[in-house]
């Protein structure tokens, strides 16, 4: 924990077809529920890694001002939003840089905009 009681985690072992490393958390773009593991996509890498944790567990050591849930399913990291659109029926969706599709946005917090 920091002082302001936020989470200190700066770090996430993850792991893909290929290798296991470490991926910095300042690098991590979105956090998607896999059952009870979590997909992370890398911003540097351009992949994503998965973590043997759940979106639950994995979220709790982030710091909640920067990742964002927006989702049941997915968490962002505010520092990667391009942009935040609705559809023709007024459901919200956030643009993330490194993603082709935008993300469904069910949970929209007061501080979700960019960066």
Do not use: W
């Amino acid at each position: 924990m920091t002082d302001d009681g936020q989470p200190s985690t700066q770090r996430l072992y993850a792991h893909n077809d290929s290798c296991a490393m470490f991926v910095d958390v300042s690098d991590i773009v979105v956090l998607v529920a896999s059952k009870k593991y979590t997909s992370i996509l890398s911003n540097s890498r351009e992949q994503y890694f998965t973590v043997d944790h759940g979106l639950m567990d994995v979220h709790a050591t982030l710091n909640q001002d920067i990742f964002i849930r927006v989702h049941r399913s997915s968490v962002v990291n505010r520092r990667f939003i391009d942009g935040i659109t609705c559809d023709d029926e007024g459901r919200l969706f956030v643009l993330m840089r490194g993603m082709d599709r935008p993300l469904r946005v069910t949970q929209a917090p007061s501080n979700l905009r960019p960066m």
